[in-house]
Every structure is written in structure tokens, then in C-alpha cells.
């Protein structure tokens, strides 16, 4: 049966991808990016965050079977906990009501194997605490103290943590939503692209990311594994974040981390 998927980043790597085979399925797919997509907005903000709620509600009647929160970005600033957490959490957050009045709801977030190295906590606490000015104020620290890396790799733990708190509770599991994170290790999209063109980029991404199994992946690897978590045969896995990393995980964790 035909269903009504939101996935937000539609315009490129991963949520292009998963955008692309859910419209070959036949699924009308509500696109949410910064542009060229069925619903433009910013969702680095709360005006961008609303307007993306408010044109989707609209554009889906009021039900929703998916929601897919794949927009994220990369870069050294506090522009990750503003997008990778805020924004992926205030969209699932208002879409939720509508994925409610569906028959067979599923909702997911794109993570990343980067959640497992290490974080600024002051960011990661101020997300889980739902206070992005402090969260804010903490990212820049930890940019003024050279640890911008950390603004990326915090926004997605803590992303993953809130998949992990939100899963179980009335809204989420008492609805009849199972919420579940794909975490990748290296996908090959334009995020990812400007660590291939640059040599020291490219030698600290590989021991931060070893990659046994295949190598790097494709978008359309990633956009797989989140078609089968929002799909109605996925009734009972909630709350899993799910390393598809070519092993980069259990080689980074060992086999005590399960
Ligand atoms: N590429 C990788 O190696 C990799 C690894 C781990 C996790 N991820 C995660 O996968 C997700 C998708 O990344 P990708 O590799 O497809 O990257 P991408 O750059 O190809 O696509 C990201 C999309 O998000 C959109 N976006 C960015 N900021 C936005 C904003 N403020 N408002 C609305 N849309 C915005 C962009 O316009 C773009 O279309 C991200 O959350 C990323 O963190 C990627």
C-alpha cells in the first residue's frame, strides 16, 4: 500500500537516495531541505524548524506513515547541534501527532559512528536538556578551544540518546512508533567528499573510521537499511541505533559494547 513518507536532507547523499527508491515504491515522499525540495526550509532555527512542520502537516493532510530525519552537517562550527540535534528533534517532534493518526507509523534518524567518539558533555547534556542556548554556548567553546570536531560528534550522540530516551515513552511507543537511528560510518555523498580531496583529512578519517567490511558506502546503502526501519514489517525494534559501518564499530568498541 502506497504511504506518506517526510524525509528531511531529500536534496542529496542519503535522504536523496532513500527519497528516490521510496517514490520508485510508489510512496509519496515529502522532501524537506534547504532547497529543491517539496518543502524549503532552515531547519538550523525555529522559524525554518516551524515552517518545515507547519508545510508538511499541510502538504500531508495530517497523516504521516514515515518521518526521516537525514539533514545534517559536518563542519567544525556549532552549525551541527543546531541542525543534526535541534533540528532532527523538533521536526520528528512536531510531526509525531501526525505519524499518530496513521495505521503503521515509523520514524528514524540518520546518527553516524562519529556519536561514539569523543564529545564536549556540556554540549551533549544541554541537547538531552532541551536548552540549545546553552548547547550553543558550549559548541562555541569547544570551537574557540580547537575542538571543533566535537560540535559533530556530540550533536549525533546526543541525538542518538534522545532516540534512546524518546523511543519508550507514551508519545513514541504508546502511539505505536517504533523510533530507531541508522548510524554510518564513511558514506561516500558530497558531505564526505572534501575528506577524499585532502590528504591529512583523508589519513585521520581512516583511522577514526576503519572500515573492514567493503570499504566505504554508498548513499543508497544507508537509505536501505532506514527504508527497512520505517517499513510496516518493523514492529517491535525500537530505540536501536544501528551501525551500518562496515565494522568500523565493534573494531573501534570490541566485543564488550553490545
Ligand atoms: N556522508 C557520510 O560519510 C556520513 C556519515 C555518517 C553520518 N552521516 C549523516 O548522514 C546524513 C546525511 O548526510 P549526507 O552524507 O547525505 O550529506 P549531504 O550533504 O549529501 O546531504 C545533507 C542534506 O541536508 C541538507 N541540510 C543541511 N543543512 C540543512 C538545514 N539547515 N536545513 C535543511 N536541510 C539541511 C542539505 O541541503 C543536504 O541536502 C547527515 O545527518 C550526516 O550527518 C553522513
Known amino acids: 500500500m502506497a504511504r506518506t513518507i517526510a524525509v528531511s536532507g531529500s536534496g542529496s547523499g542519503i535522504g536523496k537516495a532513500l527519497a528516490g527508491m521510496l517514490r520508485d515504491a510508489g510512496d509519496t515522499v515529502i522532501g524537506i531541505d534547504l532547497r529543491d525540495a517539496e518543502v524549503c526550509a532552515d531547519l538550523a532555527g525555529p522559524e525554518g524548524r516551524s515552517r518545515a512542520v507547519a508545510e508538511t502537516l499541510d ?3 495530517g497523516t504521516l506513515d514515515g518521518v526521516v530525519a537525514c539533514a545534517g552537517v559536518s563542519e567544525f562550527t556549532v552549525l551541527p547541534v543546531k541542525v543534526n540535534y535541534f533540528g532532527a528533534v ?3 517532534d512536531g510531526l509525531r501527532p501526525a505519524l499518530a493518526r496513521a495505521g503503521a507509523p515509523r520514524a528514524a534518524v540518520v546518527g553516524s559512528i562519529s556519536g561514539t567518539h569523543p564529545v564536549d558533555d556540556a554540549v551533549v547534556r544541554a541537547c538531552l536538556d532541551g536548552d540549545e542556548a546553552a548547547a550553543l554556548e558550549a559548541a562555541g567553546k569547544a570551537v574557540e578551544a580547537g575542538a571543533g570536531n566535537r560540535t559533530y560528534s556530540s550533536s549525533k550522540a546526543a541525538l542518538a ?4 530516551c524518546a523511543c519508550v515513552t ?3 511507543a504508546g502511539e505505536g512508533i517504533p523510533l530507531n537511528a541508522i548510524a554510518p560510518g564513511v558514506v561516500r555523498t558530497p558531505m564526505s567528499e572534501p575528506l577524499f580531496a585532502d590528504e591529512a583529512m583523508f589519513k585521520v578519517m581512516n583511522e577514526a573510521v576503519p572500515m573492514p567490511l567493503n570499504g566505504y558506502a554508498g ?10 526501519l520505517i517499513s510496516p514489517v518493523n514492529t517491535h525494534m525500537t530505540g536501536q541505533i544501528i551501525y551500518v559501518d562496515g565494522g568500523a564499530e565493534p573494531t573501534l568498541r570490541g566485543p564488550g559494547v553490545f
Open 59 to 61: 502538504l500531508s493532510g
Open 170 to 172: 507514551p508519545e513514541w
Open 219 to 228: 548513499a543508497g546503502v544507508i537509505a536501505e537499511a532506514l527504508r527497512w
Open 161 to 164: 540518546q534522545w532516540v534512546r
Open 90 to 92: 523538533a521536526l520528528l
